[in-house]
């Protein structure tokens, strides 16, 4: 059975760090490609980062371009996502999904399989 676990969401101030952690059960997330996506309060779910299993290319959206960063971490089995310089506006719940293919995608539709999402809360 494939599941995906994200961890590592809480409260965060606005201008700090938080890191996510995504693992996978039931498959390998080294050999597929994983994609982070979030959604507000009130708003669509959204995608904000994917990492590619064919080149391990990376993909943000322009709301977190040059603040997240998306990694493999191969020791631990898991999908990152390092979370910096945080917003009020990245506030939401966090989900990571899996997608068949050799490159990932910004759409939710493409991916099969998604963990339960942890929280993210940046407030002072």
């Known amino acids: 059975q494939v599941t995906l676990v994200e961890s590592g969401g809480g409260l965060v101030q606005p201008g700090g760090s938080l890191r996510l952690s995504c693992a996978g059960s039931g498959f390998t997330p080294d050999f597929h490609n994983i994609g982070w996506f979030r959604q507000a309060p009130g708003k669509q779910r959204e995608g904000i980062s994917c990492?590619?299993?064919?080149?391990?290319?990376?993909w943000y959206a322009d709301s977190v371009k040059g603040r997240f960063s998306i990694s493999r971490e191969y020791a631990k089995n898991t999908v990152d996502l390092q979370m910096n310089r945080v917003k009020s506006e990245d506030t939401g719940v966090y989900y990571c999904a899996r997608m068949p293919g050799t490159y990932g995608s910004s759409w939710s539709y493409e991916y099969d399989y998604w963990g339960q999402g942890t929280q993210v809360t940046v407030s002072s």
């Open positions: 990492t590619s299993v064919r080149d391990n290319s990376t």
